[in-house]
């Protein structure tokens, strides 16, 4: 059973950077695909990007280019998402997914999630 747990959140100016952690186990990272997605209040859960075998798949729109980046480190089994020049509009829950191998673009092909982890960007 894959267990994934988030952490890394909290509040955050304007411009400011957050790197948020998804730790892994129950499962070999190696055969993963780990996606990043966030949701906030009334709006659909949205992709942000996945990583598998290295290959990172976008997941997200023109909003988050260029200030996200996922990265893997699988000796510490976690996939970490960098989020710099961070604006209020990035204020949501950021929840981590994973599957076998594949990176899918729709949330709801991922079997596993975790609890999530809140970013809320204000001054």
């Known amino acids: 059973q894959v267990q994934l747990v988030e952490s890394g ?3 955050v100016q304007p411009g400011g950077s957050l790197r948020l952690s998804c ?7 190696d055969y993963l695909a780990i996606a990043w997605f966030r949701q906030a209040p009334g709006k659909e859960r949205e992709g ?4 598998s075998n290295g290959v990172i798949t976008t997941l997200y729109d023109d909003s988050m280019k260029g200030r996200f980046a996922i990265s893997r480190d699988n000796a510490k089994k976690t996939v ?4 710099n020049n961070l604006k209020p ?3 949501a829950v950021y929840y981590c997914a994973a599957d076998v191998w594949t990176c899918y673009e729709s949330a709801r092909q991922y079997d596993y ?3 999530g ?3 809320t960007v204000a001054s």
Do not use: H, K
């Open 23 to 29: 730790a892994v186990s129950g499962f070999t990272l």
């Open 117 to 119: 982890t809140q970013v």
């Open 9 to 11: 959140g909290g509040l």
């Open 113 to 115: 999630w975790g609890q």
């Open 48 to 51: 942000i990007s996945c990583i």
């Open 89 to 91: 509009e990035d204020t």
């Open 80 to 83: 970490y998402l960098q989020m």
